[in-house]
């Protein structure tokens, strides 16, 4: 982690012994693999995934996200999954 023992949190000793006593795993055919199998999944879940659409807004109604705004259309959301910066 690149930081001291003593200011890393002993949490992250796990990740070590992940490391070192059980090994580390990778996706056959690469890390790519992992995302297309959780699209798939959630497709077959009824998931519908809009790619190339740049969210300008996320819309806010008494402290929960109801919509997005995207490529000039309002798209009305049970749930809104947002990994952007501040």
């Known amino acids: 982690l690149g930081a001291?023992?003593?200011?890393?949190?002993?949490f992250y000793s796990f990740m070590n012994y992940?490391?070192?006593g059980i090994g580390?795993?990778?996706?056959?055919?690469?890390?790519?693999q992992v995302?297309?199998?959780?699209?798939?999944?959630?497709?077959?879940?009824?998931?519908?995934i809009n790619t190339s659409s740049p969210v300008k807004k996320i819309v806010v109604n008494e402290g929960h996200a109801t919509s997005i705004v995207s490529n000039g259309k309002t798209i009305h959301s049970d749930i809104v999954v947002s990994g952007a910066d501040y």
């Open 18 to 20: 992940a490391d070192f």
């Open 4 to 10: 001291k023992p003593s200011d890393t949190p002993s």
């Open 24 to 32: 580390t795993f990778h996706p056959q055919k690469g890390m790519y």
């Open 35 to 48: 995302i297309l199998a959780l699209k798939s999944l959630a497709e077959e879940l009824g998931v519908k």
